[in-house]
């Protein structure tokens, strides 16, 4: 059972937004930074978002986060097929002096 | 350029210690404005974050875990290693070591992975 509550799945054609939402609490999301992993099949997590709304260099413009209260959400616009892989939340959770992560959300391209 | 390699044994026994090394390079542990922290990743399940120390030697263990766990680092060698006690086939993953910079970045670098399967 994660900390952090996603959705196990959600899918959408090409071209297409979609919008996977990360719930938390006052001692995770509501007080500290959020997130984003992207993994591919077969490969190691990737940074995609930090500090809640930061795209690392060369992460896509498609690919945005915000926060707002205790959860969080991963807006993915203009969908392609490579976008299909597990996407993850996480966050610090000052009650368990740790990182926290979401149980990840498998993102299917139609 | 930052880069991370996980080492260790591909199999254990039950109730054996797990050794686990991170290599990393492109940076220095030690300041604590730096740290590398360990996640694992059973087969076709979720990430769980295990523990992280930064560079002035501060520590920090996943509650459900602490008492098996120990996080250290030798700066001479740009190492990082975690030894995790007792294991059994559950503790079966994919270890992964990576490069944070404490709320700011989050694990913005990663090592590829190490399998370690529990098995008799």
């Known amino acids: 059972q994660s900390v952090l509550t996603q959705p196990p799945s959600v899918s959408g054609t090409p071209g297409q937004r979609v919008t996977i939402y990360c719930s938390g609490s006052?001692?995770?999301?509501?007080?500290?930074?959020v997130y984003w992993y992207q993994q591919l099949p077969g490969t190691a997590p990737k940074l995609l978002i930090y500090t809640n709304n930061q795209r690392p260099s060369g992460v896509p413009d498609r690919f945005s986060g915000s926060k707002s209260g205790t959860s969080a959400s991963l807006a993915i616009s203009g969908l392609r097929s490579e976008d299909e892989a597990d996407y993850y939340c996480?966050?610090?959770?000052?009650?368990?002096?740790?990182?926290?992560f979401g149980g990840g959300t498998k993102l299917t391209v139609l | 350029q930052i880069t991370l390699k996980e080492s260790g044994p591909t199999l254990v026994k039950p109730t054996q210690t797990l050794t686990l090394t991170c290599t990393f390079s492109g940076f220095s542990l030690s300041t604590s404005r730096v740290g590398v922290g360990w996640i694992r990743q059973p087969p076709g399940k979720a990430l769980e974050w295990l523990a992280l120390i930064y560079g002035n030697d501060e520590k920090r263990y996943s509650p459900s875990l602490k008492s098996r766990l120990t996080i250290s680092k030798d700066t001479s060698k740009n190492q990082v290693v975690l030894t995790m006690t007792n294991m059994d086939p559950v503790d079966t993953a994919t270890y992964y070591c990576?490069?944070?910079?404490?709320?700011?970045?989050?694990?913005?670098?990663w090592g590829q992975g190490s399998l370690v399967t529990v098995s008799s």
């Open positions: 996480a966050a610090w959770d000052d009650s368990l002096s740790g990182v926290v």
């Open positions: 990576a490069h944070d910079v404490p709320g700011l970045t989050g694990f913005d670098y």
């Open positions: 006052s001692s995770n999301i509501g007080s500290n930074n």
